[in-house]
């Protein structure tokens, strides 16, 4: 495994990126495949969306075994002591660009408590894919917090309505502090409350199926 710690914009939070974290991608991708096909995401999450439960054995297990691999990192970053699992997902992008809703065109926030910590896991190919992170001209927010978390939400709601597509880059009215490029197996950790977004390139295979299509695995942790 290949850990490496990265700080962006002027906020300066941890991202640490670890490639290599399980050694075997396609044995999480098979689990995956055999839990779908993927209902149909109930947030603004751009796609499909499978919640994992304990009754899915094979992929509870798997999301226990990559925490307890991620374990070191995540406490050595955020200086946490412990951490509980909140949610478990995996995901794949699948809807197209001319389709996106207003909050889907611009970076988003998962949670504004500090705490809250995402954990994604890259499982496929996505050529030009990943993540990457933002600050919103207007307000000079890169981390939301309870305080800034409304004048946030005002300004991103009349921005959202001038763009288009998916957000890969700076625009008119966010900067691109930093991204991380999808290749599999590679985790990725930051706090929820860093404005972030999925790099969609244009052309990229939109497929349902978790074998060909862009599939991560999304993990949420509140640290202590």
Not at 8 to 24: A, E, L, S
Not at 68 to 95: H, K, R
Not at 106 to 132: E, M, N, Q, R
Request: hydrophobic content about 40%; some cysteine.
């Amino acid at each position: 495994m290949k850990p490496e710690l990265h700080r962006f914009g002027h906020c300066q939070q941890p991202v640490v990126t670890v490639d290599g974290i399980t050694g075997d991608p396609a044995a999480v991708v098979a689990i995956a495949a055999r839990l779908a096909p993927f209902p149909v995401s109930q947030t603004y999450y751009p796609g499909l969306r499978r919640m994992v439960t304990e009754s899915d054995t094979a992929a509870s297990e798997y999301a226990g075994r990559l925490l307890e691999s991620a374990a070191p990192y995540i406490g050595g970053a955020f200086g946490a002591d412990s951490f509980d699992l909140i949610e478990a997902s995996f995901s794949m992008v699948t809807v197209p660009p001319a389709a996106l809703g207003a909050p889907q065109r611009i970076p988003h926030f998962d949670s504004p408590d500090p705490d809250i910590v995402a954990v994604l896991h890259y499982l496929t190919d996505a050529p030009g894919s990943g993540t990457a992170f933002y600050r919103q001209r207007s307000t000079g927010i890169e981390l939301v917090t309870e305080d800034n978390r409304v004048p946030f939400i005002a300004a991103a709601k009349v921005e959202s309505e001038s763009l288009n597509g998916y957000i890969n880059t700076s625009n008119a009215h966010f900067d691109q502090i930093g991204r991380i490029d999808a290749v599999p197996d590679r985790l990725v950790i930051y706090r929820g409350a860093l404005l972030h977004s999925g790099i969609i390139p244009s052309g990229m295979t939109l497929s349902a199926d978790p074998r060909q299509g862009r599939l991560t695995a999304n993990l949420f942790i509140r640290i202590h």
